[in-house]
Structure formats: structure tokens, C-alpha cells
């Protein structure tokens, strides 16, 4: 449908975004930006002293990866995943002065979106936190709308930033306290699906578990791109793991002679992972145990 065309258009928009950045800085990082990015990435060292600067007029200070060039690794967190969340009683940037107000969400959401357009990633999932944190203290509470608005956005912001464990930590979050409809909650489980499959750990089971979840959730309603992403992620996920077998060799692996010496058993056949052929199967066999 219009919102499947909508995130194609999207994702090939983040890796034109990408490349251009790989480009224009060497040695550079690979995060690629958001939607509503008006321009390029700010990738030199000279830009990004120059949008610090901008920062600081603004009133809020960057922090010292993006004084210098450097927006932080796409697989690593800057500063920890779990603080980044805001979900301790430690403000994630307390340099940073945003009223536990709905005006004050709206600023720090404006600043957010100027550092991604600015190319200061870093500083866009600190940002991000913040907004968590203060929208978690906001007296009288926040509409459940409003904040598992907010809680969503923030998910899908760090899945295209590529922040893997900062994502995964957000869907967490978001999937325990917001209350999601059955298509927001999917696309979180799928997002958070993706940063368990690309993260640095490589927890391929639990992102197959996350999209066999997401598929459920839009039982008896249009899935309509929900499936799409599916039978994509599972297609990304068999890549993976043909990546992880190509690196331990064959002859490292016991053979079903020493299986039957070791366990007393019928060596068992290796289960056949599903492929980009296969997705589409498996995506429509999901959906027919969920509705059956």
C-alpha cells in the first residue's frame, strides 16, 4: 500500500544519503540520516566545528564526537545503550535545559531533528533520550497517544540511524510502557528484530522470534507492508547466516559419525534456514497459524 511505497522510498533514500557521506569523508562513519533531512550530512571535520559552533548558539552544547568530526559508530553505543534510554533517574544530557512541558518536547524534537539534518548522530540519540526522559516526568501525564507516539518515533529514528543497541534497548521500552496498536507494535517488533540481527551479538533466533511476533500481531486485519518488511528481514537473516556458517569451516564442525559417538544419538539433519525463496512461505504460513 501507500506506506509500504512510502518506507522503500525511504530506505533507498537513507542509502543514497549514505553513500554520499562515505564520499565525502574518508575513514567516515556510515550511519545514514532520517526523513525530512533537508541537504547533505555535514561529514568534514570543518562542517562539523562549524555546526558545534551552531549548537552552542542555540543553547545547547554538543557533545565532543560531534565537535570533531565524528558522529559515532553505527554498531556501538556512544554512551551506553541503557542510559541512553532515559529510563533511570539520570538525565541522559542534563547540559541540555528542556521544561518538563508539552512546549519543552517540542523543542528538544526540533533540536533533534537539527542535529540529524546537521549529521551530529551522536548527539541525535542523546537528544532523543532526553525527550524520553522528560516526556516520562511530565505532570499531569502525557496523553498514552502522545507518548507511544513519541516512543515510536524514537524507535524507527535509531533503526534508520543504524544505532543497533540503542534501538533495541528503545523497542524494549517502548513495547513495555506504550501502549501500541497492533500495526506500531509490529513495526517495533521488526525494528527491533533488525537491531538484534545487525547488532554486534548477532541474535539471529531472537529476531526471528520478534518477526514471527510482529506477523501475529496483525492477525485478522491488512498487514499490507507489514508483511513486506517481513519477508525482507527474513530474507536478511538467512544472509546472515549463511555469513556466520562461511566462518567456521566444515571440518570444525562434528560429523554425524561423531555425533552418534558423543550424544548416542541419530545425527540430526541440518534444518533448512529460510532464504529469500522461501520468505514468502513462511511469511503467509506465519499469518495462517496466527489466524487459525
Keep these: ?171 524494549d521500552a517502548a513495547l513495555g510502557e506504550a501502549a501500541l496498536g497492533a500495526a506500531d507494535a509490529a513495526h517495533v517488533l521488526l525494528w527491533r528484530a533488525r537491531a538484534r540481527a545487525e547488532g554486534p551479538q548477532r541474535r539471529l533466533e531472537a529476531a526471528g522470534s520478534d518477526v514471527q511476533e510482529a506477523l501475529s500481531r496483525v492477525s485478522g486485519v491488512d498487514p499490507g507492508y507489514i508483511e513486506d518488511e517481513a519477508k525482507e528481514l527474513l530474507a536478511r537473516l538467512e544472509e546472515l547466516r549463511e555469513q556466520l556458517a562461511a566462518q567456521h569451516p566444515p571440518a570444525l564442525r562434528p560429523q554425524p559419525q561423531e555425533q552418534r559417538e558423543r550424544h548416542d544419538q541419530r545425527p540430526v539433519a541440518p534444518a533448512r534456514a529460510v532464504g529469500p525463496t522461501t520468505a514468502e512461505a513462511t511469511v503467509a504460513a506465519a499469518v495462517a497459524r496466527a489466524t487459525s
Design 1 to 171: 500500500g501507500g506506506g509500504g511505497d512510502k518506507r522503500a522510498a525511504l530506505r533507498a533514500s537513507m542509502k543514497q544519503l549514505l553513500q554520499a557521506k562515505a564520499g565525502a569523508a574518508a575513514g567516515g562513519d556510515s550511519a545514514p540520516a532520517r526523513r525530512g533531512v533537508r541537504g547533505g550530512v555535514a561529514a568534514s571535520t570543518d562542517a562539523a566545528v562549524a555546526a558545534a559552533a551552531a549548537s552552542a548558539k542555540d543553547g545547547f552544547a554538543p557533545s565532543a564526537s560531534s565537535a570533531t568530526g565524528k558522529s559515532g559508530s553505527t554498531s556501538a553505543s556512544p554512551s551506553g545503550a541503557s542510559s541512553a534510554c532515559g529510563d533511570g533517574d539520570e538525565d541522559p544530557w542534563p547540559e541540555v535545559r528542556l521544561g518538563a512541558t508539552l512546549l519543552g518536547l517540542e523543542d528538544g524534537r526540533e533540536r533533534a531533528a537539527e542535529l540529524q539534518r546537521r549529521g551530529n548522530f551522536d548527539d541525535t540519540v542523546r537528544m532523543w533520550a532526553k525527550l524520553l526522559y522528560i516526556a516520562r516526568r511530565i505532570s499531569p501525564a502525557l496523553p498514552a497517544d502522545t507518548f507511544s507516539s513519541l516512543a515510536k518515533d524514537r524507535c524507527e529514528v535509531l533503526s534508520l540511524l543504524e544505532y543497533w543497541e540503542h534501538s533495541e534497548a528503545a523497542c
